[in-house]
Every structure is written in C-alpha cells, then in structure tokens.
C-alpha cells in the first residue's frame, strides 16, 4: 500500500488531499513512480505556486526566448503584453488556428505539468467531466492536478519511472515532459528530496 504521508508537510495541503485519488487512477503506484510524479510536478510548478504559464515577457526575454518569432523591432511591440506574445508563439500549431484566433492565450499551458495547445486540451476534454475547451481555466482552477496525472499515463511515463533511480532515467522523463532538459539539475535534487521523504531515510 502507498504510504507518502511525510509529503503531509513537504507540498500543498490542496496537493496532498488529491495526490492519493490521482495516483492510484493513474497506477503511479510505487515508491519511484510517486517520487518521479511529484519531483517533476514541482519542478515544472515552481513547488505546486504555478498554474498557469507566464507570458509576462520583457524585450530582452522575448529576444532570448522566443528567437525564432521576434526581432527587435517586434520584441519591442509585444513586450509585456502576455495574450498577445501567447497568441503569436503558438499560433498553426498543436491544434490552435492563427494568431487572431487567440487560442494560443486561450490553450495556454496549464496544470502543474502544463497542458499546452488546443489538440491536448480536446484529448483531456474527452475524459473530464466538464467542458473544459470552453471553460480551458478550468485545468488550472481545479484540475491542475489531475491533468498532471493524466498527461503522465498517456506518455507512459510510468514504464520509465519503473527503470530506476539514476539521472538518466530523470532526463528521459523530462525530455517527455518539457520536450528538452531545461531545469535538469532542479529536477534531479527535488527528486532526491522526494525520495528520501518517501522512502524515510
């Protein structure tokens, strides 16, 4: 049987009134699956603080971040104005229409493992129980961790959570879930946190 009551005190009580519904829903059903779950779900979270994403970018972060869509002049515009910055960045991809469709700020990421473009958001609207293309505030209102387990067990992130304790294993998971290693070295100390919490040594 799961036991992760010393995370009682370690995450939000929000958090840890749901985590136990989500896992066993969800088969994160051991020791190092939990640990891998909840390590990365802080990390991409900001320790369970975010979710939503940010797009409150200045000039400067819109030139380093978002290379490929801004030049200069176009860094200047869109500085600091989020739905317009979202509505560009994400526009004809993962299911969203164009610019002036606004569903890039509309499908923005969300939950603590952020569900991102329109696509995503019509796969989890077919297993939640509310309309949540409609209502997409939803995901980080009151689901946000839901959508954090769902997102897990359709990757199968829990097949490679299964392969150990290692490094390795902790870049494979999040290149699945960031789609690179950005935050690698967070993510390895929050998930040696976890586990010495979990595992009570």
């Known amino acids: ?16 009134d749901e985590l136990l519904d989500i896992l066993i829903k969800y088969n994160i059903n051991t020791d190092l699956r939990v640990t891998h779950f909840i390590s990365q779900c802080a990390h991409e979270s900001m320790m369970f603080s975010k979710v939503e994403e940010n797009f409150n970018y200045s000039r400067e972060g819109l030139l380093k971040i978002f290379k490929k869509y801004f030049n200069p002049e176009s860094a200047t515009e ?6 317009l910055i979202a509505n560009k960045v994400y526009a004809n991809r993962m299911g969203n ?17 952020q569900l991102t473009g329109k696509s995503n958001y019509n796969l989890f609207n077919s297993v939640c129980s509310e309309d949540i293309i409609n209502s997409p ?13 769902w997102f897990w067990h359709t990757r199968n992130l829990n097949k490679i959570a299964d392969t150990g304790i290692n490094s390795e294993v902790i870049t494979k998971i999040t290149k699945n879930i960031n789609g690179g290693i ?13 586990w010495r919490f979990i595992r009570y040594e």
């Not at 049987?1 to 840890?16: A, E, G, T």
């Not at 690698?184 to 946190?193: A, C, Y």
């Open 78 to 83: 869109f500085a600091r104005k989020p739905e």
């Open 182 to 194: 950005n935050g690698l070295p967070d993510r390895i100390i929050l998930f040696n946190k976890f």
């Open 137 to 149: 505030e939803l995901v980080a209102t009151k689901y946000p961790l839901e959508v954090s387990g």
């Open 97 to 113: 229409g164009d610019e002036l469709s606004g569903d890039g700020w509309k499908y923005r990421g969300r939950g603590y493992i």
């Open 1 to 16: 049987m799961l036991d992760f009551s010393r995370l009682k005190d370690k995450i939000p009580d929000k958090v840890y």
